[in-house]
């Protein structure tokens, strides 16, 4: 029987091997740097993989990438220290001077400006587009653009790109895609089966899930990866550690009932707020009546725990409704268990991570502290 496409035990059992770690249920943890060969310089044992060197490789975080990989069925995946770490080694890979790149404006801050200004210093120009229309793409490619920068739902206003038309588009120029799905994770969204050809994570997020560990990665197919992985990983050497791979390990193990958690209560609670009078907007494209309903619905299989909203009232007030707040800390983080607030960056936003604490609790929280606005 075969399993390994089934999500669930994926996270739950893959690569799991009791049998080489004397029954163990959790695979071990190599906390080891270097690895030593026979007194032939002949590997230890023939039937498993000789590791050389923990820059180049490691069996715990090899194990978190096969994951990683076969969650976005993509043919092979490498980890790093950082989500920004994985997401600067993709660009620097695929883009050098002389090239274009086209990005969505409101990606994560660190990536807009790591393209906007890092990448304009070695030459490499770049074009912001809002992204909600295929347009957007069409009319600001160049006869020099190499790489197109997405992030779908976007950060601070969650609104979606279009993943298979881009791609389609891309493809057709012999452009290269990348998309950060850490809003999603693979459980809900899959961006190489509409035709992306690179996932980049911030694994610090849900896919840790429990604000314990920093960690990014990309997947794609396996020239490419290969090629970030003797190049940028290996060269600017932002790797992943054992342990932190071990902890991403065992937070994966839930990430499917995670996500059906934050689900369900952010469902409960962006409604709420929708109908609430001193709420003006709420960006969140689980809604019925997100802009982009349709797309998402056709692209996603459902939705996370961030969204953000839009106060009718001053700045003063809102810094207030945040601090009113009891179950929710502040926290500029998200993807962990816990509830946070913080206020965003356009003015009147607050961006909103609904936890996994009772659904009923959460509400009560916001519903107290809304009331409290003058
Ligand atoms: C946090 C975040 C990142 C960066 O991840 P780090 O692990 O903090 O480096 C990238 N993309 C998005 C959307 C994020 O929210």
Same mark, same amino acid.
Request: proline letters at 3%.
């Given at each position: 029987?075969?399993?390994?496409?089934? /999500?669930?035990?994926?996270? &739950?059992? @893959?690569?799991?091997?009791?049998?080489?770690?004397?029954?163990?249920?959790?695979?071990?943890?190599?906390?080891?740097?270097?690895?030593?060969?026979?007194? &032939?310089?002949?590997?230890?044992?023939?039937?498993?993989?000789?590791?050389?060197?923990?820059?180049?490789?490691?069996?715990?975080?090899?194990? @978190?990438?096969?994951?990683?990989?076969?969650?976005?069925?993509?043919?092979?995946?490498?980890?790093?220290?950082?989500?920004?770490?994985?997401?600067? %080694?993709?660009?620097?890979?695929?883009?050098?001077?002389?090239?274009?790149?086209?990005?969505? +404006?409101?990606?994560?801050?660190?990536?807009?400006?790591?393209?906007?200004?890092?990448?304009?210093?070695?030459?490499?120009?770049?074009? !912001?587009?809002?992204?909600d229309r295929i347009e957007d793409f069409e009319s600001s490619i160049r006869g020099n653009t190499r790489l197109?920068?997405?992030?779908?739902?976007? %950060?601070?206003? !969650?609104?979606?790109?279009?993943?298979?038309? =881009?791609?389609?588009?891309?493809?057709?120029?012999?452009?290269? &895609?990348?998309?950060?799905?850490?809003?999603?994770?693979?459980? !809900?969204?899959? $961006?190489?089966?509409?035709?992306?050809?690179?996932?980049?994570?911030?694994?610090?997020?849900?896919?840790?899930? *429990?604000?314990?560990?920093?960690?990014?990665?990309?997947?794609?197919? *396996?020239? /490419?990866?290969?090629?970030?992985?003797?190049?940028?990983?290996?060269?600017?050497?932002?790797?992943?550690?054992?342990?932190?791979?071990?902890?991403?390990? +065992?937070?994966?193990?839930? @990430?499917?009932?995670?996500?059906?958690?934050?689900?369900?209560?952010?469902?409960?609670?962006?409604?709420?707020?929708?109908? *609430?009078?001193?709420? +003006?907007?709420?960006?969140? $494209?689980?809604? #019925?009546? *997100?802009?982009?309903?349709?797309?998402?619905?056709? #692209?996603?299989?459902?939705?996370?725990?961030?969204?953000?909203?839009?106060?009718?009232?001053?700045?003063?007030?809102?810094?207030?409704?945040?601090? +009113?707040?009891?179950?929710?800390?502040?926290?500029?983080?998200?993807?962990?268990?816990?509830?946070?607030?913080?206020?965003? =960056?356009?003015?009147?936003?607050?961006?909103?991570?609904?936890?996994?604490?009772?659904?009923?609790?959460? @509400?009560?929280?916001? /519903? %107290?502290?809304?009331?409290?606005?003058?």
């Amino acid at each position: 029987m075969c399993f390994e496409d089934n /999500d669930e035990f994926i996270c &739950t059992h @893959l690569g799991d091997e009791e049998e080489m770690h004397h029954g163990a249920v959790i695979p071990p943890l190599f906390q080891t740097s270097l690895y030593v060969l026979d007194n &032939t310089d002949k590997p230890v044992n023939s039937k498993v993989k000789q590791y050389v060197y923990g820059r180049s490789g490691n069996p715990t975080v090899d194990l @978190l990438e096969k994951k990683i990989a076969a969650l976005e069925r993509a043919e092979d995946a490498k980890c790093f220290s950082s989500g920004m770490a994985a997401i600067s %080694s993709a660009l620097l890979a695929f883009l050098s001077a002389g090239d274009h790149a086209v990005c969505v +404006r409101n990606a994560y801050d660190p990536a807009r400006i790591f393209i906007g200004e890092y990448l304009a210093g070695l030459g490499i120009e770049a074009t !912001f587009v809002k992204g909600d229309r295929i347009e957007d793409f069409e009319s600001s490619i160049r006869g020099n653009t190499r790489l197109i920068y997405l992030e779908s739902p976007v %950060s601070q206003i !969650f609104t979606l790109q279009d993943l298979g038309a =881009v791609a389609k588009l891309a493809r057709s120029k012999g452009i290269k &895609t990348v998309v950060d799905n850490s809003w999603a994770t693979p459980i !809900f969204q899959k $961006p190489c089966e509409l035709g992306i050809d690179l996932v980049v994570h911030s694994l610090s997020k849900y896919m840790g899930g *429990h604000s314990d560990v920093i960690a990014g990665a990309v997947a794609g197919n *396996h020239a /490419d990866i290969d090629k970030l992985a003797g190049r940028e990983r290996s060269l600017l050497g932002g790797i992943l550690g054992p342990f932190e791979a071990w902890l991403l390990i +065992r937070g994966i193990r839930t @990430l499917p009932v995670r996500m059906r958690q934050h689900q369900h209560n952010a469902l409960k609670i962006s409604r709420y707020l929708s109908e *609430h009078k001193r709420v +003006r907007k709420v960006n969140y $494209p689980g809604l #019925q009546e *997100h802009p982009q309903y349709e797309l998402g619905m056709r #692209q996603m299989k459902g939705y996370s725990g961030l969204m953000s909203i839009e106060l009718d009232a001053e700045e003063k007030e809102i810094a207030s409704f945040i601090r +009113r707040l009891r179950l929710f800390k502040r926290g500029v983080s998200w993807g962990g268990f816990e509830s946070l607030a913080v206020q965003g =960056v356009y003015p009147g936003l607050v961006r909103l991570a609904i936890g996994l604490e009772d659904v009923d609790s959460i @509400l009560e929280d916001i /519903d %107290s502290s809304l009331a409290g606005l003058g």
